[in-house]
């Protein structure tokens, strides 16, 4: 296990094993050094280490990973993770509704990572950008462009219709148009991190 949304396979290829890694796809669990770190990283482990597995492969990301769910039996990890509070659904990159669900439970239910004091959990996609404040929660992002009001109030920043990462005057601000108000466009490579000159 590399953290807790990643694993390497070993896949057969008809004379010897191969290692595969794989990106668990639609979730994002805590980075190593953040709080619930090891903790996501060992549930992955006691859900697939050793086990037989299978991807449902959606795509392969720019690191060279297969981006797919894992499934060990019937049980599928994504979505177990989620159940378990070890990992936030990457709305980003997700589609499938139920693992929302998932998630707000969990939440409700103060599982695993959301029994950690507010301050304490911040979304990885954050944290990888130095975003996270200690003095606040967090929030779990979904665009919210709708509610400009709403946003401005937890960053200063508004969603006023800027597309481009010429407008941005921020790696902070870029990173509020990607996670708050869905501009897609910022993050041309897909890997979560938006206008790579500002947010190096």
Same mark, same amino acid.
């Given at each position: 296990?590399?953290?807790?949304?990643?694993?390497?396979?070993?896949?057969?290829?008809?004379?010897?094993?191969?290692?595969?890694?794989?990106?668990?796809?639609?979730?994002?669990?805590?980075?190593?050094?953040?709080?619930?770190? @090891?903790?996501?990283?060992?549930?992955?482990?006691?859900?697939?280490?050793?086990?037989?597995?299978?991807?449902?492969?959606?795509?392969?990301?720019?690191?060279?990973?297969?981006?797919?769910?894992?499934?060990?039996?019937?049980?599928?990890?994504?979505?177990?993770?989620?159940?378990?509070?070890?990992?936030?659904?990457?709305?980003?990159?997700?589609?499938?509704?139920?693992?929302?669900?998932?998630?707000?439970?969990?939440?409700?239910?103060?599982?695993?990572?959301?029994?950690?004091?507010?301050?304490?959990?911040?979304?990885?996609?954050?944290?990888?950008?130095?975003?996270?404040?200690?003095?606040?929660?967090?929030?779990?992002?979904?665009?919210?462009?709708?509610?400009?009001?709403?946003?401005?109030?937890?960053?200063?920043?508004?969603?006023?219709?800027?597309?481009?990462?010429?407008?941005?005057?921020?790696?902070? @601000?870029?990173?509020?148009?990607?996670?708050?108000?869905?501009?897609?466009?910022?993050?041309?490579?897909?890997?979560?991190?938006?206008? @790579?000159?500002?947010?190096?």
């Amino acid at each position: 296990m590399h953290d807790g949304d990643t694993l390497t396979l070993l896949v057969s290829d008809g004379s010897r094993f191969k290692p595969v890694k794989v990106r668990l796809a639609e979730i994002d669990t805590p980075e190593s050094k953040q709080p619930y770190g @090891e903790r996501a990283k060992q549930a992955l482990s006691d859900l697939a280490f050793g086990k037989q597995a299978r991807v449902v492969v959606q795509d392969t990301d720019k690191y060279g990973r297969t981006v797919g769910r894992v499934y060990v039996g019937s049980l599928d990890v994504n979505a177990e993770l989620v159940k378990r509070g070890a990992a936030w659904v990457y709305r980003q990159y997700s589609s499938d509704p139920s693992l929302i669900t998932l998630e707000q439970q969990a939440k409700a239910a103060r599982r695993g990572l959301w029994a950690l004091p507010d301050a304490q959990r911040c979304a990885p996609w954050d944290w990888r950008h130095g975003t996270c404040s200690t003095a606040s929660a967090p929030t779990t992002h979904a665009p919210v462009a709708s509610t400009a009001a709403r946003a401005a109030g937890n960053s200063g920043f508004t969603c006023a219709g800027k597309r481009r990462c010429g407008e941005m005057t921020s790696c902070q @601000e870029a990173t509020f148009y990607l996670t708050q108000c869905g501009v897609k466009s910022l993050d041309g490579d897909g890997d979560g991190r938006p206008c @790579e000159k500002l947010c190096r």
